[in-house]
């Protein structure tokens, strides 16, 4: 089973500029994809970025209205997956959650969808200021 810890949340100005972390430990062959989310009171969670960590030679799929702004990448030394987020603005306000999901169904669309996603990590807070 694979253990998912999020850091990096923090409060930042309207148009700077933030990268997370998203650390796994465990049995990391569990899963073959990990995800990024957001998630808003009241609101669904959002499928924000993508990448294959162990398959695909890392390809990466984004949400099309974040894909200027966000770009994910993995470390595999360290078993860490990044999502760098640009031109920040306060409705990017949100808890961000990343996810693994083990699916070999899961295309670019399905891997942006909470239900390919088996094991979560308890999320890091990200405040927009304008």
């Known amino acids: 089973q694979v253990r998912l810890v999020e850091s990096g949340g923090d409060s930042v100005q309207a148009g700077g500029s933030l990268t997370l972390s998203c650390t796994m430990s465990g049995d990391a062959s569990s899963h073959i994809y990990t995800g990024w989310f957001r998630q808003t009171p009241g609101k669904e969670r959002e499928g924000v970025a993508a990448i294959w960590t162990w398959s695909r030679h890392g390809g990466t799929t984004y949400s099309k209205s974040l894909k200027d702004r966000f770009t994910i990448s993995h470390d595999n030394a360290k078993n860490t997956v990044y999502p760098l987020m640009n031109s920040l603005k306060p409705e990017d306000t949100a808890m961000y959650y990343c996810?693994?999901?083990?699916?070999?169904?899961?295309?670019?669309?399905?891997?942006?969808?909470?239900?390919?996603?088996?094991?979560w990590g308890n999320g890091t807070l990200v405040t927009i200021s304008s």
């Open positions: 996810a693994a999901g083990s699916s070999r169904l899961a295309g670019n669309a399905e891997a942006l969808l909470p239900s390919y996603y088996h094991t």
